[in-house]
């Protein structure tokens, strides 16, 4: 398909930035370094170079087609050496996203048939670049290797053979439920914890993965006997003085050989970037969790480990594949620290929901559990409230808990974060019952409200919905007991519109009940 030059201004900007250099050089190679044109010939058999030309101070080479899709003819996929030696890898289409230079080579030129080396475990369980000479090539979206027909040797046209019956995976019976770190964050997956900027989700984590590392009592209560943890904290944005000086203050321990900090600020000192959607700073991270092999590994927070557009989706799904991977991979939970997205006066005593984290939902939307902390004021006290919003597994039947400082100490006064299972949040009975009716997707009935505010009559779900149709915020089909109700307008418009006080911190509902 033809390429216009808005397409061409797309790739350039995805491409790695190579410093400018005085001088420039074609194909002079110095040890190590790939010799692109003789690289494609070696392995990329079927595809030709269709043509050369000058790119950022180094040589782009046109294929005659993208190597992970036939389809995607000339000009659509390039690879790229830079003067420096570095190669990058891009394909235009969306579908091609994910892959980089590193997946190329991996999937045509393994790791293993550079070294001679022979895998050490099977393809399903393998990290990537542990991977045979005939091996498949790894896919980041299911985070295993796929098989593709006997005796593949890396000749894409060999791929299109896949046999489907190789596609099926039989779902055995399983007692053992998903495991929860702490209670709280799914093994094997991604949990994002988001929240406004201050409202204590740094020294939340500070304090609980301390506990974690130690084991025992987490939470005052929370988990009674929960087992040491080994946990990575890679922290890009608060200092390293930070840390130190809570330790002191809220004598804080932990076990240092469970809990290991990574801190960016120090490690950029040194030239080191933590940048998760480069090849580099991800193969860091890689060479981390393999040395450590943790049960939980937190990254505090996302914007800081990417340089991406965080508005754009087919951005955030390649970074959002990589936490995959490692979760996969490390069989560890991946905790993703993420900030909500600033918002006008008007709404800043509602409560917060999935719509309001910032840029693209597919964190959200794809993370196998998404956890807000707000900070609140109630009854003159200030409380961080933790809400679990979604979960694929349930990991406890406690919905919420929130903490607050604590002073204590005789002779030396010290400050403790103390924490409490089903914190009073202030919500009244009204707000809470309009909040879930707004948050339904598709149609629903009365009954189906009242089995998410149990506490909440019949009579009183209906006359709250009647006064939702009324306001045009609901449509409504049906009578009497077929009656169904489905929401027109979404998101804090709707909040607002639902009730003025909707979300604000009050005690007793319209009903004069208390909660």
């Known amino acids: 398909m033809p390429v216009r030059a808005e397409q061409l201004r797309e790739l350039a900007a995805l491409l790695p930035v190579e410093p400018k250099r005085n001088t420039r050089r074609s194909h002079q190679n110095f040890p190590g370094e790939i010799n692109v044109p003789e690289w494609v010939s070696a392995h990329l058999h079927g595809i030709d170079i269709v043509r050369e030309k000058p790119w950022g101070g180094g040589t782009a080479y046109v294929l005659s087609e993208c190597p992970f899709d036939s389809s995607h003819a ?37 790791k293993e048939a550079r070294h001679g080396k022979q895998p050490q475990m099977p393809y399903d369980d393998a990290p990537l670049g542990d991977a045979p000479p005939d091996s498949p090539y790894y896919d980041e979206e299911i985070g295993k290797w796929v098989h593709t027909i006997e005796g593949h040797s890396g000749d894409a046209s060999a791929e299109k053979q896949i046999d489907v019956n190789d596609l099926y995976t039989v779902v055995e019976d399983d007692s053992i439920p998903i495991e929860h770190i702490g209670g709280i964050f799914p093994r094997g997956d991604i949990t994002v914890l988001f929240g406004k900027s201050g409202c204590g989700k740094t020294i939340w984590l500070d304090c609980f993965t301390r506990q974690l590392s130690t084991g025992g009592e987490i939470m005052d209560g929370f988990r009674k006997d929960e087992p040491p943890r080994k946990i990575i904290f890679f922290e890009v944005d608060a200092p390293l003085k930070l840390f130190a000086t809570r330790k002191y203050v809220y004598r804080w321990g932990g076990n240092n050989d469970n809990l290991k900090h990574v801190f960016g600020r120090e490690l950029k000192q040194r030239g080191i970037w933590l940048d998760l959607a480069t090849d580099e700073g991800y193969e860091l991270i890689q060479r981390v969790a393999e040395a450590e092999r943790p049960d939980m590994m937190i990254f505090d927070t996302l ?29 560890c939970a991946i905790v993703v620290i993420h900030h909500a997205r600033k918002s006008g006066t008007k709404f800043k005593t509602e409560r917060l929901s999935d719509e309001d984290a910032q840029g693209s939902n597919i964190f959200l939307r794809e993370a196998g559990a998404v956890i807000v902390l707000e900070k609140l004021t109630l009854a003159e006290k200030t409380k961080h409230v933790f809400s679990l919003k979604k979960a694929w597994a349930k990991p406890t039947k406690d919905d919420w808990f929130g ?69 045009s915020l609901l449509e409504v089909d049906g009578k009497g007991k077929n009656t169904r109700y489905k929401v027109i307008l979404a998101g804090s418009l709707a909040r607002a519109r639902v009730d003025p006080d909707f979300g604000r911190q009050k005690i007793v509902d319209t009903e004069g009940e208390s909660m």
């Open 74 to 110: 000339a000009p659509d996929s390039c690879i790229i050496q830079f003067a420096s030696g570095a190669v990058a890898f891009k394909c235009l289409h969306d579908s091609c996203q994910r892959h980089d230079w590193h997946t190329l080579r991996e999937r045509f030129d393994p």
């Open 303 to 331: 914007q800081g480990f990417h340089t991406k557009d965080e508005n754009k989706a087919n951005e955030m799904k390649p970074l959002f594949m990589r936490f995959v991977q490692l979760a996969t991979n490390y069989d």
């Open 403 to 471: 903490f607050e400082f604590k002073e204590e100490g005789f002779y030396q006064k010290y400050t403790r974060l103390a924490f409490e299972l089903f914190p009073e949040t202030g919500e009244t009975k009204t707000s809470i019952l309009k909040r879930v009716i707004m948050n339904k997707d598709g149609w629903f009935s009365s009954g189906d409200i009242m089995h998410a505010v149990p506490n909440v009559s019949q009579s009183y779900a209906k006359k709250i919905l009647s006064e939702m149709v009324e306001a």
